[in-house]
């Protein structure tokens, strides 16, 4: 990869290659993409318990709609890059949203659990796909002089779209209609998705085919690795418990189906400026705003199981988690591109399916808590992992701040 302005002293993040090829459009346009990849992926969060009830499974059980979905898209992360070699990321990229479709529709109509899950597993095998491409891009899509920061951040926003809008509408449609209901809109919405992206999605031929020596790109950087502890240890500790949010709502606090969707719709809406604190805060110090993202679960695990039972402390309580979790994936890719500029491309795929195998593992260990313990042995359990990831930031990670220099951590070539 080309260096560019090596003279320069301003931060790293400032800018972007002035040679992008993107738009806004075509940034949007992914940034929708992944807005209804995540609905689909943590719908389930929100009709869990109609799901339960109505294919007769428990709640724990249930989990497993959140659950394989997250090992399939660990597996198809790393490994679909490699498998396409020098496929135009353009077409991968409809591909896998038209997968995301089929998958809903599936989902819709599935007779019983085991065609559920089916559905569910081709759904992971999109997401693991997407965001293995999608992230690694977002410099690329971006218009030319774009902070990379904040073209990653505007990819996210997606994301915390999803909980603000996807989540709490499915769950209020769920209740009205039915939680099949839910899933029949989002592969509707998935439809104009992808009609979006063949209009708008340049052509993004990757500047060179990804082999599988390459995937451990980022594990071979040890400023990457020690980024990947802190995000392992909140990641598990936020994935377990966010999995069985309502069930907690309804179980433990005994709150009625209105006051979860607000409570849900609270949670995003939180997410939106905990979003814009980490595209900002990033650019400062991404090791800071980690800390501070730490500091803001510990006090909501510590926290819920004695004050959101009741409605005011459940307000603030949820507000203060979808902050924290709108912070939490952005710093996660901010500290890569800062950190491993040239490994980000090719070592991003292996990235993902990390994250995925988070969610997939959180969702089974919250699932196994719920069903034998509680939720509140749940929450002060996850306690422990951003005590650790806490002291990580302060020990392996100590001194660790922005670069100064810029370097290019996005190719433009073709």
């Not at 392992?232 to 966010?242: D, E, K, N, V």
């Amino acid at each position: 990869m080309n260096m560019m302005q090596p003279q320069d002293t301003r931060p790293q993040n400032l800018e972007t290659p002035p040679s992008s090829q993107g738009s806004w459009v075509a940034l949007l346009t992914v940034a929708i993409t992944a807005f209804a990849l995540v609905t689909s992926e943590f719908l389930p969060i929100g009709v869990i318990n109609n799901i339960s009830a109505d294919l007769n499974v428990s709640v724990g059980t249930a989990g497993l709609v959140i659950t394989l979905p997250g090992i399939m898209a660990a597996l198809a992360a790393p490994l679909l890059p490699v498998l396409v070699k020098n496929l135009d990321r353009r077409y991968l990229l409809l591909a896998l949203a038209a997968t995301m479709v089929v998958a809903n529709a599936v989902t819709a109509i599935a007779p019983n659990f085991e065609i559920l899950l089916l559905s569910r597993f081709i759904l992971g095998f999109a997401i693991g796909g997407f965001w293995a491409t999608a992230i690694a891009l977002s410099g690329r899509l971006a218009p030319a002089h774009l902070p990379i920061a904040k073209a990653t951040a505007t990819v996210m926003a997606g994301v915390t779209l999803a909980t603000v809008l996807g989540v709490p509408i499915g769950t209020w449609l769920s209740n009205a209609y039915g939680w099949r209901t839910s899933f029949a809109i989002t592969s509707i919405i998935g439809f104009f998705v992808v009609a979006l992206g063949v209009k708008f999605i340049p052509n993004l031929k990757p500047e060179s085919a990804i082999h599988f020596r390459d995937l451990p790109a980022l594990l071979r950087i040890n400023k990457a690795r020690q980024g990947l502890i802190i995000i392992l240890l909140i990641g598990l500790a936020h994935f377990s418990s966010y999995s069985y949010l309502t069930p907690f709502f309804k179980n433990s606090a005994g709150f009625d189906n209105t006051t979860i969707s607000s409570l849900l719709l609270l949670f995003g809406i939180a997410g939106i400026f905990g979003n814009a604190f980490a595209g900002y805060s990033g650019n400062l110090n991404v090791r800071y705003t980690f800390a501070f993202v730490a500091i803001c679960f510990a006090i909501v695990f510590f926290g819920f199981p004695l004050f959101a039972i009741h409605i005011s402390g459940a307000f603030i309580l949820t507000a203060l988690w979808g902050f924290a979790f709108g912070a939490f994936p952005t710093t996660a890719n901010i500290w890569m591109f800062l950190h491993a500029p040239h490994a980000v491309e090719k070592g991003m795929p292996l990235f993902v399916g990390f994250f995925q195998v988070m969610i997939a593992t959180g969702a089974l260990i919250g699932g196994y808590v719920v069903d034998h313990f509680n939720a509140n042995i749940l929450l002060y359990s996850v306690l422990s992992f951003i005590i650790l990831a806490f002291i990580s930031i302060f020990t392996l990670s100590r001194g660790l701040n922005n670069p100064k220099a810029e370097l290019n951590p996005v190719s433009c070539k073709n």
